[in-house]
């Protein structure tokens, strides 16, 4: 009966097959290292924790690369905002920025807020991906499996984070293209990226959290883009604070937003740009970067012992 | 007693297995069994008996409320990663990446169980040759039929030869054709030396495969035994007797049904009072009545002279070995639903 689709499909099969194994066999430090810890010999050998990590990361990522939709949708909404902003609002914001930041372009005051933007969008994708795990039954396959489980998220959590740290480059690389400047170079390009980084954990725990919790790709989606405007738009993303209403103002000081943006844009800035903390200790945008970063890895910490007990608990008992 | 992971330790031993989900509901109570190395293991049951609460802990994934459960030697409890290192577990529903190829599906379990990395692309291809899908390696498993899902999933749950292998319900859903193929690939697995924990709903294929079944009902061991022993504990030989009209000739048909109905009830009494059937169940069914009784092919012709003095008109009959149909018949005194059967898939019990 399938005979002649089978030989159809064998053929289709060898064109790409080249490619395929290219990208999961290709020479890789950490691999080899991996593969060495595991050792040889033997019908199976134990698993590594790092081996783990390793296999998962490397899954997520095929995965990411399979669905380059993922890619672009966590960017393009975010590139959208960069060059309308700067082109529809340039003018007007730009005034209002000036008179807290003089000599301040939009465009350089603006980049920051995006890259933190790309993490947030890209951090929704992160429960998206669990949901599918639980729907196609990878999530129970793995929970059967030897692997460590804490490495196992801890290899997809490295995966999206690894995309996030790509995505804030491009935004970053676009946005100097559209006349932004980094004040401090390549140092406090890199550090921003490392902002983005940290920042878009507590986002990837809350969109995971959401995923064990509604178990539905839709809602996830929705819960997570729901809260993403309001979160954008109630902090120092586009305009200082002191130009907005005293409501928004205090709802700032609250919204991690407001610090995974300062923080940015102190590293692109070169200047102590927070004004929800005051911090004095330290020297120049060190008085936002460090409080900044505080705030965020306590973020991570909170929000992520939530998704950690809800995907033990998911894990230990998938019965609903 | 054999130490732990030995050879000599069954593959599967339960003790007063219970487990009560959080919600109170009972779901399996009291099973206990043990299943020896190389066996076809069959775990027979209707919807929401517990089967799958029973491989979900046997696979690690739910902690028994009570009892004790140990597999290829190691507690389930105290050791769950040497069980997972030493099974195949294929679930119920579907289990693999639709976003990788059927050759990436097979690695990534390959890599999850640690198999050496030296041995990984055979262990890939002799995998995807077993369950003929190496022409279809390289091909997004996204595109696959449902048939060819399974096998990939089948598959992938090999990997590291376990020496025991779970199967939960493979075949719901498939077309008989897809349904035959996997029977094969199972009996060749077995062949192998591989333990194999079967749940089905299917009669014909716990039948098929098993050399060994267990009956579950309501959270409980109901029966247990060989097919062959199971269908004897049935009690007998079905004698099955039809009447006139009742083969649905075009004469009879309309208005006639009172009559035939009354026709086999009057037959079903006549054989429930019937002296030489003490122990016999009786039964109407579509077409006559069917008999069970130790000795229904000694004294079938008794009774059907019987029925023939009673102005009844026998217009075929037939004494055979009772099926497992029957088993569960008298079992759980309840037929099998064999059409909810094919439709349905059993949800994980609440």
């Given at each position: 009966m399938s005979d002649a689709t089978g030989d159809e499909t064998a053929g289709e099969a060898r064109a790409d097959g080249g490619t395929t194994e290219s990208a999961t066999a290709g020479p890789s430090a950490a691999e080899t290292a991996a593969a060495g810890v595991a050792g040889e010999g033997g019908g199976r050998s134990s698993n590594t924790f790092l081996g783990d990590v390793w296999v998962n990361f490397k899954r997520w990522n095929v995965k990411a690369v399979r669905n380059p939709f993922v890619l672009v949708v966590s960017l393009?909404?975010?590139?959208?905002?960069?060059?309308?902003?700067?082109?529809?609002?340039?003018?007007?914001?730009?005034?209002?920025?000036?008179?807290?930041?003089?000599?301040?372009?939009?465009?350089?005051?603006?980049?920051?807020?995006?890259?933190?933007?790309?993490?947030?969008?890209?951090?929704?994708?992160?429960?998206?991906?669990?949901?599918?795990?639980?729907?196609?039954?990878?999530?129970?396959?793995?929970?059967?499996?030897?692997?460590?489980?804490?490495?196992?998220?801890?290899?997809?959590?490295?995966?999206?984070?690894?995309?996030?740290?790509?995505?804030?480059?491009?935004?970053?690389?676009?946005?100097?293209?559209?006349?932004?400047?980094?004040?401090?170079?390549?140092?406090?390009?890199?550090?921003?990226?490392?902002?983005?980084?940290?920042?878009?954990?507590?986002?990837?725990?809350?969109?995971?959290?959401?995923?064990?919790?509604?178990?539905?790709?839709?809602?996830?989606?929705?819960?997570?883009?729901?809260?993403q405007f309001p979160l954008l738009f109630l902090s120092s993303a586009f305009l200082p604070l002191s130009t907005l209403p005293d409501w928004i103002q205090t709802f700032a000081r609250l919204n991690p937003v407001t610090y995974g943006v300062d923080t940015a844009r102190a590293l692109m800035l070169d200047r102590d740009v927070m004004t929800v903390l005051e911090v004095s200790r330290f020297d120049g945008a060190m008085n936002t970067v460090i409080p900044g970063f505080a705030v965020l890895l306590g973020l991570a910490v909170g929000f992520g012992s939530v998704a950690v007990f809800l995907l033990s608990r998911a894990s230990s008992s998938d019965v609903q | 007693m054999a130490s732990p992971g030995s050879d000599e330790s069954p593959a599967i031993a339960v003790d007063g297995l219970e487990l009560t989900y959080s919600d109170g509901t009972r779901a399996v109570d009291g099973v206990d069994m043990t299943v020896p190395r190389g066996e076809f293991f069959g775990f027979l049951g209707p919807n929401g008996a517990g089967k799958t609460t029973t491989i979900k802990v046997l696979a690690t994934l739910l902690s028994p409320t009570a009892g004790s459960v140990t597999v290829n030697g190691f507690d389930v409890r105290s050791d769950p990663r040497k069980?997972?290192?030493?099974?195949?577990?294929?679930?119920?529903?579907?289990?693999?990446?639709?976003?990788?190829?059927?050759?990436?599906?097979?690695?990534?379990?390959?890599?999850?169980?640690?198999?050496?990395?030296?041995?990984?692309?055979?262990?890939?291809?002799?995998?995807?040759?077993?369950?003929?899908?190496?022409?279809?390696?390289?091909?997004?498993?996204?595109?696959?039929?449902?048939?060819?899902?399974?096998?990939?999933?089948?598959?992938?749950?090999?990997?590291?030869?376990?020496?025991?292998?779970?199967?939960?319900?493979?075949?719901?859903?498939?077309?008989?054709?897809?349904?035959?193929?996997?029977?094969?690939?199972?009996?060749?697995?077995?062949?192998?030396?591989?333990?194999?924990?079967?749940?089905?709903?299917?009669?014909?294929?716990?039948?098929?495969?098993?050399?060994?079944?267990?009956?579950?009902?309501?959270?409980?061991?109901?029966?247990?035994?060989?097919?062959?022993?199971?269908?004897?504990?049935?009690?007998?030989?079905?004698?099955?007797?039809?009447?006139?009209?009742?083969?649905?000739?075009?004469?009879?048909?309309?208005?006639?049904?009172?009559?035939?109905?009354s026709d086999r009830e009057r037959a079903a009494e006549i054989a429930r009072e019937f002296d030489a059937f003490a122990d016999a169940t009786v039964e109407v069914t579509d077409d006559g009545i069917a008999v069970t009784a130790p000795t229904a092919r000694e004294h079938g012709t008794d009774l059907?002279?019987?029925?023939?003095?009673?102005?009844?008109?026998?217009?075929?009959?037939?004494?055979?070995?009772?099926?497992?149909?029957?088993?569960?018949?008298?079992?759980?005194?309840?037929?099998?639903?064999?059409?909810?059967?094919?439709?349905?898939?059993?949800?994980?019990q609440a």
């Open positions: 393009v909404q975010p590139v959208i905002f960069l060059v309308l902003f700067t082109e529809v609002f340039g003018n007007v914001a730009g005034r209002a920025v000036a008179e807290g930041l003089p000599g301040v372009s939009y465009e350089t005051y603006l980049v920051p807020a995006i890259a933190i933007q790309v993490s947030l969008a890209a951090a929704v994708t992160s429960g998206i991906g669990l949901v599918n795990d639980i729907e196609n039954g990878m999530f129970e396959k793995v929970l059967v499996s030897p692997m460590n489980r804490t490495a196992v998220f801890l290899g997809k959590t490295a995966a999206e984070v690894f995309r996030i740290a790509i995505q804030v480059a491009i935004i970053l690389g676009l946005g100097m293209l559209l006349g932004a400047e980094i004040e401090t170079g390549v140092v406090g390009a890199a550090a921003i990226v490392a902002t983005g980084i940290v920042f878009s954990l507590w986002f990837v725990a809350l969109s995971n959290s959401l995923a064990v919790l509604t178990r539905d790709q839709e809602s996830t989606i929705i819960g997570a883009n729901l809260l | 069980v997972r290192e030493s099974i195949g577990y294929m679930a119920q529903e579907t289990s693999i990446d639709p976003e990788l190829t059927a050759a990436e599906n097979v690695r990534f379990a390959c890599e999850a169980y640690g198999v050496p990395r030296g041995q990984r692309a055979d262990r890939v291809d002799e995998l995807l040759d077993l369950v003929d899908l190496r022409d279809v390696a390289d091909k997004r498993a996204e595109e696959f039929s449902g048939g060819m899902k399974k096998r990939l999933d089948a598959a992938t749950a090999l990997v590291h030869r376990p020496p025991l292998v779970f199967l939960d319900e493979p075949t719901t859903g498939l077309d008989p054709k897809a349904r035959n193929r996997l029977w094969d690939y199972f009996r060749r697995i077995n062949d192998r030396g591989t333990t194999i924990f079967l749940t089905t709903q299917y009669l014909e294929e716990a039948d098929q495969l098993c050399d060994r079944l267990a009956v579950i009902l309501d959270g409980e061991i109901v029966a247990e035994g060989s097919p062959a022993e199971l269908k004897r504990e049935v009690g007998g030989e079905v004698l099955e007797v039809h009447f006139e009209g009742d083969d649905g000739g075009e004469g009879d048909r309309g208005g006639d049904d009172g009559n035939r109905g059907l002279v019987a029925l023939r003095d009673a102005g009844l008109t026998v217009t075929g009959f037939n004494v055979r070995a009772p099926t497992l149909d029957d088993v569960f018949l008298a079992i759980t005194g309840e037929e099998v639903e064999t059409e909810r059967m094919d439709a349905g898939r059993e949800e994980v």
